[in-house]
């Protein structure tokens, strides 16, 4: 299996055995049903059954698979280190005696230390999602592993089947979003949205860089209230977490209908890469996204 190389933050963890910041880790709320394997060497460790939120700020699990882990003593005299079996990778820690499992122990794993392949057949969900122009929501979203289908088009107005120029005078309160197909085994919620926030600027109001008016407002409009409260915990999360200087702004709602946008707004970065918007605007935006988040990105693009 071709993977890509390790970053920075996964050497420090599993080569350096360092510690990834608690509530910082992408497969903390990660809920989808698969196998958690070892970023470095791809070998299995965690079948999804065996995870669990023990409130510690770090995924935890039951039990690893049947010789997946080593557990040695810790540098510190106290704990115990867990490693991958196959590479040495550094995983985290394993603690017992807490009565948390049936078992009474806790493995506590870093997410850089981690990979995940989804159980096939999931089920296919839905989102919208609104920051400044859609074509460059549209350009990141499109490439996304994971993601079948994004659509460009305008959500929360007041009137039916607007045209763009009718959303562009602000007069219909509607917003630029994109609309996601995506499969939660592949790329769960929390993954799309630390894209989305990674993709905008959440702190300004009705504006994004040159493009200003309320359809270029940042929003989220979800399918039901169970996902917008999941949104909601992830934008609470990512508040007290302090990556933005300026609060957060981005509306979450939902009951919304989607009007998709004139087939002229349809992949327009895809077919207008040499204009001077794409290529000054869209074009560095989709690449900063890319090459942070390139283990969740579709082959070949």
Known sequence: MSRRPLTAEEKQVLEHKGTEAPFSGRFLHHDSRGWYRCRNCDAPLYPSESKFDAGCGWPSFEAPLAQAVTEVADADGRRTEILCRQCGGHLGHVFRGERLT?????????????????????????????GGCFWCIEAVFERVNGVSRVVSGYAGGRIDNPGYQQVCSGETGHAEVVKLNYDPAVVDLDSLLELFFASHDPTTLNRQGADRGTQYRSIVICEDEEQAERVRHYVQRLEASGAFAQPIVTAIEQGHDFYPAELSHQQYYQQHQSQPYCQMVISPKVASVFQRFADRMKGDE
């Open 102 to 130: 049936p078992a009474n122990e806790r493995h506590c794993v870093n997410s850089l230390s981690l990979a995940f392949s989804p159980e096939p057949g999931a089920q296919v969900a839905s989102l919208m999602l609104g």
